[in-house]
């Protein structure tokens, strides 16, 4: 009975490659010798969920000592810390993770966004969104994050390259992802009306504005 619930968990997550393989929930399984450690990681991230972080350190420290070389455990790890407050340890493990599968664009992606937002790091976020995305041109995900990276950085011109690109293949994406592209969209001419505003040249910024 065990084995057939590992099989279908298995089975089930691979079927998600298909989909966003983008949401910290979506493990990525080596082989299929990892079901055991995805189940104890999954059973982890529900006990965060519920902030039950003793009993969630107690398995993950498990799966460490089971899979030390598995760097989804170091990401889930990752994920604890970054829960509990704890982003020095958060970041340690994140970059155990890269430096174990350092071609795997999702661990950069998720970086990147730890750095934006727990440590507000831009310069070091963008460039994991900048490695991320040249591992996987064709993410919707990466690419707004990393126009969004280069927005907060004013890199108008960039996050205008990225925008535009987008514009063809936006409409296969989510809610959530087409919402974000918009607002991106409007925020790019928002603060490039801002800038020209507070330099004096109003007639620029009135055009970007309209």
């Known amino acids: 009975d065990k084995r057939n619930k590992l099989n279908s968990m298995f089975e089930d997550q691979i079927s998600r490659r298909t989909g966003n393989?983008?949401?910290?929930?979506?493990?990525?399984?080596?082989?299929?010798?990892?079901?055991?450690?995805?189940?104890?990681?999954?059973?982890?991230?529900?006990?965060?969920r519920n902030s039950e972080h003793d009993l969630a350190f107690e398995i993950l420290q498990e799966a460490q000592r089971l899979a030390p070389d598995y760097f989804e455990?170091?990401?889930?790890?990752?994920?604890?810390?970054?829960k509990s407050g704890n982003?020095?340890?958060?970041?340690?493990?994140?970059?155990?993770?890269?430096?174990?599968?350092?071609?795997?664009?999702?661990?950069?992606?998720w970086f990147g966004k730890f750095l934006l937002h727990s440590e507000e790091n831009l310069e070091?976020?963008?460039?994991?969104?900048?490695?991320?995305?040249?591992l996987d041109m064709k993410s919707i995900d990466v690419s707004l994050a990393l126009a969004r990276g280069y927005l907060?950085?004013?890199?108008?011109?960039?996050?205008?390259?990225?925008?535009?690109?987008?514009?063809?293949?936006?409409?296969?994406?989510?809610?959530?992802?087409?919402?974000?592209?918009?607002?991106?969209?409007?925020?790019?001419?928002?603060?490039?009306?801002d800038d020209f505003s507070k330099s004096g040249d109003f007639q620029k910024s009135m055009d970007y504005l309209e």
Do not use: C
Not at 73 to 82: E, G, I, K, L, S
């Open 21 to 48: 393989k983008y949401l910290a929930k979506n493990i990525q399984f080596r082989d299929k010798s990892d079901r055991v450690i995805a189940r104890r990681l999954y059973d982890a991230q529900n006990h965060i």
């Open 73 to 82: 455990v170091a990401r889930f790890m990752a994920y604890f810390y970054q």
């Open 87 to 109: 982003f020095s340890e958060a970041r340690g493990q994140y970059e155990l993770a890269i430096l174990l599968a350092p071609n795997t664009a999702q661990l950069h992606y």
């Open 124 to 134: 070091e976020a963008v460039e994991q969104f900048k490695k991320a995305r040249n």
């Open 152 to 193: 907060f950085q004013h890199e108008f011109d960039k996050t205008q390259d990225i925008i535009t690109e987008l514009s063809e293949v936006i409409s296969t994406a989510d809610d959530h992802l087409i919402k974000m592209y918009f607002d991106t969209e409007i925020q790019v001419l928002y603060r490039r009306a």
